[in-house]
């Protein structure tokens, strides 16, 4: 099994390196890499079987990884590391196998490696599956809303407003976070929004000038940027846009 660690502090990685030697033959390290996006350039760049991750980085950190590789199509597995289990939730949400609180000892590091080598090829797919939900704040609890149904997507202070069949949720997952995990699956049409292209109906003008999209299955409008406007317009063009 290929493994790749993950911690912007050194000791912790060298401490986790030696407990991976420690655990067994099977388990090949790869690289270390000391924030997110190191990670995401890591497994574009070589296979990757497990990710031993810590949340707490700068930069991109560990929830926002492992959300962007659970939209790949084979993605790895992911075991989080970190000193505080806060985020124990937002970690099981990401699809982890594993959370595991630093000190990590050698016997709990091997019972979730163990649960990532017993990863079968169908829990991998259902896994990856997933991805076709976003997790969301709804009434003190978390509603899982299917892609199909999201209308558009808007930054507000620190979360994003999800808006839905049903009304309106709030993830803490960013909008570039979903754009990446998502491709293909949501437009930009404001630096702050996404919209669902096929809920696109009309492009108009408000009273003070500002290019407003009007979306099937929502009644709320989403200010278009002046960047953005041509592309909008290109998809109302199309034969298949009603």
């Known amino acids: 099994m290929r493994v790749l660690i993950a ?5 912790a990685r060298a401490r986790l390196a030696a407990l991976l030697a420690d655990a067994g033959s099977e ?13 995401l350039n890591c497994c574009e760049q070589r296979p990757v079987d497990l990710v031993i991750l810590d949340i707490r980085m700068p930069g991109m950190d560990g929830i926002q990884a492992a959300l962007s590789l659970s939209g790949r ?8 590391v970190t000193a505080y289990d806060e985020h124990a939730l937002a970690a099981f949400e990401a699809n982890a ?14 019972r979730a490696l163990d649960k990532a080598r017993a990863l079968s ?13 976003l997790n969301a704040s709804y009434r003190g609890g978390v509603l899982r809303i299917p892609v199909s149904e999201i209308v558009f997507l808007r930054a507000n202070s620190k979360y ?3 808006w839905h069949a049903d009304g309106m949720a709030l993830s803490e997952e960013s909008l570039r ?3 990446e995990r998502l491709p293909g699956m949501f437009m930009r049409v404001h630096r702050n929004a996404l919209v669902s292209p096929r809920r696109v109906r ?3 003008k408000d009273s003070s000038g500002r290019l407003m999209l009007a979306l099937r299955g929502g009644d709320e409008m989403v200010e278009v940027s002046r960047r953005h406007a041509a592309e909008v317009r290109r998809l109302l063009r199309r034969p298949d846009s009603d």
Not at 97 to 110: S, W
């Open 7 to 11: 911690d912007d502090e050194a000791p």
């Open 27 to 39: 388990y090949e390290l790869v690289a270390q890499v000391a924030n997110g996006a190191e990670v």
């Open 73 to 80: 199509p084979h993605p790895p597995a992911v075991i989080f």
């Open 97 to 110: 196998i594993d959370y595991l609180l630093k000190p990590v000892r050698p016997e709990r590091l091997r």
């Open 121 to 133: 090829r169908e829990q991998a797919a259902i896994l990856s599956a997933e991805t076709g939900y």
């Open 160 to 162: 994003v407003e999800v």
């Open 177 to 179: 976070a979903i754009e």
């Open 202 to 204: 009309a492009l108009r």
